[in-house]
């Protein structure tokens, strides 16, 4: 914060392209690539303080980044090479990793297109919380 190192980097992440969906679809494959190797509270402590301001500046309700954002992370754990779920579920079952990995890609492939729609779909991300407040 001291060298104002998130601005910085927000000013990067902004000066790629002025399209919200375009920011929002790079923003997803950071998210999805640090998920296979990293646990979802470290990315949110790495990455918000550097997103919290971009999504501002493109007008995404902070509601529907959220949930993006912790979807996105949830898949990425279950995504190979070192999806963290993946390791945990072989050790629980008594299965071998690489059995777990061909069995997967199925839920992968439905979880990023649900993904794809809460991304590209505010409704979906936004009606519960709209209708309670």
């Known amino acids: 914060a001291f060298h104002r190192l998130p601005t910085i980097i927000a000013e990067m992440i902004l000066g790629i392209s002025s ?9 997803n494959i950071l998210v999805l690539v640090l998920g296979c190797f990293m646990d979802t509270y470290a990315i949110m402590v790495m990455a ?7 999504i501002a500046q493109l007008g995404i309700d902070p509601i529907h ?8 992370g949830i898949t990425g754990m279950i995504t190979p090479p070192f999806g963290l779920c993946l390791f945990s579920t072989a050790s629980v079952a008594k299965v ?5 990995i061909k069995k997967i ?3 992968i492939i439905l979880q990023i297109i649900v993904l794809l729609i809460l991304t590209y779909v505010p409704f979906f991300s936004t009606w519960l919380p709209s209708i309670a407040g």
Do not use: D, H, Q, S
């Open 96 to 100: 071998r990793l690489e059995t777990i």
């Open 65 to 72: 980044f959220g949930v993006v954002f912790v979807i996105n």
């Open 105 to 107: 890609w199925p839920f």
């Open 48 to 54: 918000l303080p550097v997103l919290t301001p971009v």
């Open 19 to 27: 399209n919200k969906y375009v920011l929002f679809l790079l923003i």
